[in-house]
């Protein structure tokens, strides 16, 4: 069963650095997603892409993220001069269409912020 | 601000038994009702999704929908220690082009011996 796939598991970055999450959402699939959850609490929606633009984003996606598909498969979040408070779990997801089409997770990112 | 509301739990059953875990949305504009499963460090698996009121079975699990209540709800049968995790109730809300997941805290379910 074809899968998202996200790179690296884990990284560990000094606060202040920028970082790129990578992502190979389904490839049939036409919207992406991240997302991402703060230790112990509720999985936040960060940003949707649809087209090779952002169709909606949260109040947490400010200047500091930026998302691009640079190609036909990969799907990146940057997070420049990162934060503490950056620290979290960030999932990549993607849907074949938006009514009523399940969106399908990768195994996440760990990202923590020394 | 639309929310997601779920019991946090532990909802503990014993092994065999019928687990129902239930969440409540605030959004009446809300239109798929995703029911995800995760394990501890994990990140979220589809279980089941529903859009239209009233039941949807899937082998041991049954989404349930009632719009008019605003109360979605996941029934396991013949629950199995690995059934264990937290399940995650999550709301669709379209606008355009766009789309998101408004996820609750998560009810953490375990199945005892």
């Known amino acids: 069963e074809p899968e998202v796939t996200q790179t690296p598991s884990h990284q560990v970055t000094q606060m202040g650095q920028e970082v790129i999450l990578r992502c190979v959402p389904i490839?049939?699939?036409?919207?992406f997603y991240w997302y991402r959850q703060i230790l112990g609490q509720k999985v936040e929606f960060l940003v949707s892409?649809?087209?090779?633009?952002?169709?909606?984003k949260s109040e947490i996606f400010d200047d500091q993220f930026s998302v691009e598909r640079p190609d036909g498969s990969n799907f990146t979040l940057k997070i420049r001069s990162t934060k503490l408070e950056d620290s979290a779990m960030y999932f990549c997801?993607?849907?074949?269409?938006?009514?009523?089409?399940?969106?399908?997770f990768g195994d996440g990112t760990r990202l923590s912020i020394l | 601000q639309k929310e997601v509301e779920q019991n946090s739990g532990p909802l503990s059953v014993p092994e065999g038994a019928i687990a129902s875990l239930n969440c409540t949305y605030s959004?009446?504009?809300?239109?798929?009702f995703f029911w995800y499963r995760q394990y501890s460090g994990k990140s979220p698996e589809l279980i089941m999704f529903i859009y239209s009121n009233g039941d949807k079975e899937d082998g041991r699990f049954t989404a349930q929908l009632n719009k008019a209540s605003q109360y979605v709800s996941l029934l396991i049968r013949d629950s199995q220690p690995s059934d264990s995790a937290t399940y995650l109730c999550a709301v669709n809300n379209i606008d355009g082009t766009a789309s998101k997941l408004t996820f609750g805290t998560g009810t953490r379910l375990q199945v005892t011996l």
């Open positions: 892409f649809y087209n090779n633009e952002i169709s909606e």
């Open positions: 959004d009446r504009g809300s239109q798929s």
């Open positions: 997801a993607s849907s074949r269409g938006l009514s009523n089409q399940p969106q399908h």
């Open positions: 490839s049939n699939h036409l919207y």
